[in-house]
């Protein structure tokens, strides 16, 4: 199977402490106490809660987030989120009504380094 098309689902009433990790796509609608490393593209819906450092491909966001974001590609805050972090990326897309409280480098000529998600720390 290609990872591509692997998405990962956590619903909105899973409650999650620790280090979530992925090769594929990630869509977490609950909460997480803890990193979320993802090989691939993370949704983060309108429930979701998180509490750690995410590091994806590309990160899109609606719910509420305290810890920063380091994407390789894209970080897009849709109106009803809430960011307090630092974010990291390539490209940035901010819709009006974002709540974002941190520091922001975002520099289309180079990719941020981001860990593989299969190693060690």
């Known amino acids: 199977m290609n990872n ?4 990962s689902v956590i ?7 620790g280090t979530v990790k992925s090769n594929g796509n990630v869509r ?6 803890g990193e979320l490393l993802c ?6 819906g309108k429930n979701a809660e998180i509490k750690g450092n995410i590091t994806a491909t590309s990160v899109s966001i609606e719910g ?3 810890g920063n974001i380091l994407a390789k590609d894209k970080i897009e805050m849709k109106a ?11 490209r940035l897309s ?3 009504g974002v709540t974002f409280v941190g520091r922001s480098e975002v520099n289309p000529n180079s990719a941020p ?3 593989p998600t299969g190693s060690a720390k």
């Open 28 to 33: 977490l609608d609950g909460k997480l106490e």
């Open 39 to 44: 090989g691939g593209n993370a949704v983060l």
């Open 80 to 90: 009803t989120a809430t960011v307090n972090g630092d974010i990291k990326a390539r």
């Open 94 to 96: 901010v819709e009006d």
């Open 4 to 7: 591509e098309h692997q998405e």
């Open 11 to 17: 619903g909105a009433d899973v409650e999650i402490i």
């Open 64 to 66: 509420k987030i305290n």
């Open 113 to 115: 380094t981001v860990a």
